[in-house]
């Protein structure tokens, strides 16, 4: 079985095949031997590398979320036939989007206003906290799909920005 | 005693005083607002009143919907738990107004200590020490200009009505004053409805203790030791821990009568913490009351044995506190550790969402004071607790040992928190060995960032659950649908089938 995962935006190719009552799991170069597993819910358990361990695990949708030693790791199946995945929306330079949903409670710009690199498009508000979503590079606003009051939820575009052409630009 | 309360709180502290309530043989009354309809905190009430719409303005802090809510339910009291209305004087004196009494100080003295200008100048008169700063309100920019420069920066810019960081901006130099001062009043608006601010000398490396209070109708007053909160994010505490290790027998003794002086010189009745800081000298001063029951409350109820929401509903009641000072003892050692719905490895930024699965830690000395549930969607109109999580032990070397274990035992999973991040402060040295200040998580952030250094093993365990889930199907994959779906009952509601 091979599978890329995703974590923290890196992907990772993954071997799995399993000998007898043995999983052996190729990362590049390492090779992990992992047995007895057991799996009761979302709790599994098994011995990697003859060191006991204990794990959560649960999938939903296309994230697989993993619980290990007080730790917590969301990663994604980035497959060819799943390209890209949550978040991708986000590091579009010339879309600004919220990393969290909450409230758009200001907006001080329109389409048609010019903006430079650090300036603020919007502010959204989340379990009481503000936070400033700024302009990553310079531009005019070419659309805002919000206004002050809605609730946007995470990684939506709510300004879209058409970059100004620098003439260093290829 | 009162038969029936009304809570005007959501979350884990409106079911901390629901457990209080019904111990006590009182009916607890909850509140919710729109989007909290399935909150945890509702399955604990003996009824239950929506509020309002989701924003905190129109239900929580909504003070004709609850008082309504108070009246039609036929409450005799209301108590408001921490944060929304806890501090606000207006609400203590319509509770009083509408013949219900309000769980906390009078009106009046709630005022006075919720007032940050006015306590100062009250506690300054019976001899306790103050920071250097501003005594008066003045919303002229010119105003905090000429005091930054008296006192000297660094200056602090804090909400009047403020408490837990929030409209709260440290000032190096005059450059940054203004927009420190414009944002602070922007977000004391947004958190307290009030856009006071004031300024005052800024102490580096403080220690942050405070001391809990309860004082009664008759005039008896008792402290309860202290609580260390030097472990802050944003200025908003995460872990609180009592004893302090920055404390011995002497000072310990000077600081909780301080603090009985301060709750009597405002008049102030039930309970109360008083907030010192602690200079690098271990000179103390003065910080602010905070007129309600606090968040890591439950570490004094864990080392004295005391039942905190009990005593603030007998003292509202009218009765005398039946413990005297000398019967107060602080055994052993206990740690609180907040969970919040944010991301540590993104400046803590909130994250609500949806719980698809929930263990908590169990075992000796462990308590969970929680207001969630898997399968909740968390909001993200409200504050980021989730729950709490305290533990106690002989002393403070196997309480920190326990509290790891506990945080690695606690599994949320759907939605990022600072779990693990927790765990890292228990187990850096810097944390154990008992010397920090309220810059501990700045000065100690490359330390207390996650380990990427067992990323293979981690992928190759993800790698074996995806086979075996592939294989096996349901057993391990999405959320437990037997456990989290809505029943037939849910669906209906209780109330429709009683013909409300």
């Known amino acids: 079985m091979q599978y890329q995962l995703s974590y923290l935006n890196k992907v990772y190719d993954v071997c799995v095949r399993q000998e007898k009552d043995e999983f052996i799991v190729t990362i590049g170069q390492k090779v992990f031997r992992l047995k007895d597993c057991a799996v009761q819910g979302h709790q599994v358990s098994c011995r990697i590398e003859d060191k006991p361990c204990h794990m959560y695990f649960v999938q939903d949708k296309d994230n697989y979320y993993l619980a290990v030693d007080g730790e917590y790791y969301v990663m994604q199946q980035a497959s060819a036939s799943k390209q890209g995945f949550k978040g991708a929306a986000a590091s579009e330079a010339n879309s600004i989007a919220s990393p969290m949903p909450g409230l758009l409670v200001r907006m001080p710009v329109a389409v048609g206003t010019e903006v430079k690199a650090g300036d603020t498009l919007a502010i959204v508000e989340a379990m009481k906290m503000q936070n400033e979503l700024r302009a990553s590079r310079d531009g005019v606003v070419k659309k805002v799909n919000f206004k002050e009051g809605d609730q946007v939820d995470a990684f939506q575009a709510i300004v879209e920005i058409e970059p100004q052409r620098r003439q260093d630009d290829l | ?500």
């Open chain 2, 1 to 500: 005693m009162f038969k029936k309360i009304l809570i005007a709180n959501r979350g884990e502290i409106a079911i901390r005083v629901t457990r209080a309530c019904q111990e006590l043989g009182v009916s607890a009354v909850g509140v919710y607002s729109t989007v909290d309809k399935n909150s945890y905190h509702l399955r604990f009430m003996d009824d239950t009143y929506w509020i309002g719409d989701s924003a905190p303005g129109e239900s929580y802090l909504n003070i004709t919907n609850i008082i309504d809510a108070a009246k039609a339910s036929g409450a005799q009291a209301v108590h408001p738990g921490y944060g929304f209305l806890a501090e606000n004087a207006s609400f203590a004196k319509v509770c009083e107004e509408n013949g219900l009494v309000f769980i906390g100080p009078d009106s009046k003295a709630l005022s006075l200590v919720g007032d940050k200008i006015a306590s100062r100048n009250t506690v300054q008169k019976v001899g306790i020490p103050i920071i250097p700063g501003m005594q008066i309100a003045d919303a002229d920019i010119r105003g905090f200009t000429e005091m930054a420069a008296k006192v000297g920066y660094p200056v602090i810019v804090k909400a009047s009505m403020g408490g837990g960081g929030k409209g709260m901006r440290i000032v190096r130099n005059e450059k940054e004053l203004e927009a420190s001062v414009q944002a602070g009043q922007r977000e004391a608006r947004s958190a307290f409805g009030d856009e006071t601010v004031y300024l005052e000398k800024y102490i580096e490396r403080p220690r942050h203790i405070e001391f809990q209070v309860l004082r009664d109708q008759h005039g008896n007053v008792v402290h309860l030791f202290e609580r260390e909160c030097s472990i802050q994010r944003r200025h908003q505490k995460i872990i609180e821990e009592t004893p302090s290790t920055a404390l011995n027998e002497e000072l310990r003794h000077k600081m909780g009568e301080s603090a009985k002086k301060v709750i009597e010189a405002a008049g102030y009745t039930n309970a109360g913490t008083v907030e010192f800081l602690l200079d690098e000298s271990r000179k103390f001063y003065f910080l602010e009351v905070n007129a309600r029951v606090q968040v890591e409350h439950p570490i004094t109820e864990m080392v004295t044995g005391i039942d905190l929401v009990r005593q603030q509903i007998l003292i509202a009641a009218g009765e005398k506190i039946k413990i005297g000072q000398n019967d107060i003892e602080q055994r052993g050692h206990a740690i609180e550790a907040r969970i919040y719905a944010e991301d540590p490895e993104n400046n803590f930024l909130p994250c609500p969402g949806k719980i698809l699965f929930l263990n908590e830690p169990s075992g000796p000395g462990i308590r969970v004071d929680s207001g969630i549930y898997g399968g909740w969607d968390v909001p993200p109109h409200y504050d980021p607790i989730l729950s709490k999580l305290i533990v106690w032990s002989e002393d403070r070397e196997t309480a920190i040992k326990r509290m790891s274990r506990a945080l690695a035992n606690y599994i949320i999973i759907g939605i990022k928190t600072n779990l693990g991040y927790l765990k890292r402060v228990m187990d850096t040295e810097k944390f154990t060995d008992g010397n920090y200040h309220t810059h501990f998580i700045d000065e100690n952030e490359s330390e207390l960032c996650m380990s990427k250094e067992n990323l293979p093993e981690i992928l190759a365990l993800a790698a074996m659950a995806i086979a075996v889930s592939e294989r096996k199907g349901t057993v391990v994959t999405g959320i437990d649908e037997a456990q989290y779906s809505t029943t037939p009952w849910q669906e209906l509601g209780e109330w429709e089938i009683c013909g409300h």
